[in-house]
């Protein structure tokens, strides 16, 4: 049975002078778009996790270049001003490259003299946003293709239309796999402390009219030695030259799992989530986020006893993973000879 193709929901919306975005800490309660008009409140809202996933804080990140020089040109010093707010920027996370990346892409054109440098800044954070749309497409179908007539799968976290431009990585080769009609079968890890599973990725398959089953993170084993799924399907925050892969904390654990279950991993990431600059994961900067997102209010005091490790994400090795899929192409068995392959 195939499934028509449909539109999934949007984490990010640009109107010309303003993004909004959609307020995941609200889902699934509530539908909530916030409107920001300064690069400040972007860096805020990547900070806060209104936004989040790796693509779409680099998307998030770019249109916040544009709202700056907005807000900025052509007054005295503005390309000093775009400057300082791009370091507002890069500071709101650490881990996700793509933020940089972005970063980086609209720095370089900042560089560039031209006419109006404005409506330039503006067509490239457009075209991050439909390129990213379209590498997630792409990424779904060469996704899809590895995973063959495999019938069931385990997602972690969200990677899908809320952390990207739109479509999704692991949740965009889960789409396409279920139109084609072999999937039959996802579940969801609930992805502790933030719960982006529990919260986001079910809601949104929901969306979309894909039916899902919602674990705690702690039955992924059982789920694992039950043989009930074929594959593990994730997104990535960072990819390091030799393939090892910084995703939501929960990636290593599961990894190691399935290595023992023999079950197989693929990561689904657009090429922007690539670090060349790394050599492996060993460097790749892990945030750290606040022990409030894990421990009970009555621990938070000054003189409490308890506090909290809150390393928010983990870095998988590659031997661990079966395939790194990305718009460019798929490497089998990254831990055997990286990624390299895939640079351009
Ligand atoms: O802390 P988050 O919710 O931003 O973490 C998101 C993830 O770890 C995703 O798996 C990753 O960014 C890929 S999203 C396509």
Known sequence: MSHPKQLSVQALQWTGNSLKVLDQRQLPQ?????EYDDAVGIAEAIGSMQVRGAPAIGIAAAYGVVLSALQHYPGLDWQTRVNTDMQVLAASRPTAVNLFW???????????????????LN???IQIHQDDIA????MGERGADVLGDA????????AGALATGGYGTALGVIRSAYQRGNLQKVYADETRPWLQGARLTVWELAQDGIPATLIADSAAAWLM?????????????????????????????????????????MVAAPSSTFDFSMET?????????????????????????????????????ANLISAIVTERGVVLNPGEHGVRSLAQ
Request: a neutral charge.
């Open 135 to 138: 590498a997630n497409h792409a």
């Open 30 to 34: 509530k539908i909530h778009y916030h």
């Open 281 to 317: 994961g060993e460097h790749i900067e892990i945030e750290q986020r606040h022990a409030k997102e894990l421990l009970a209010d009555c621990y938070l005091g000054a003189d409490s006893l308890i506090d909290a490790w809150n390393p928010v994400f983990d870095v998988t090795p």
């Open 102 to 120: 972005a970063l980086e892409q609209m720095r370089q054109q900042l560089a560039t003299l031209c006419s109006n440098p404005v409506a330039a």
């Open 225 to 265: 030695k039950s043989g009930k799924i074929d594959w593990i399907i994730v997104g990535a925050d960072r990819i390091a030259a030799n393939g090892d892969v910084a995703n939501k904390i929960g990636t290593y654990s599961l990894a190691v799992l399935a290595k023992y279950h023999g079950v197989k991993v």
């Open 123 to 125: 067509t490239l954070a």
């Open 151 to 158: 019938k069931a799968v385990l997602t972690h976290c969200n």
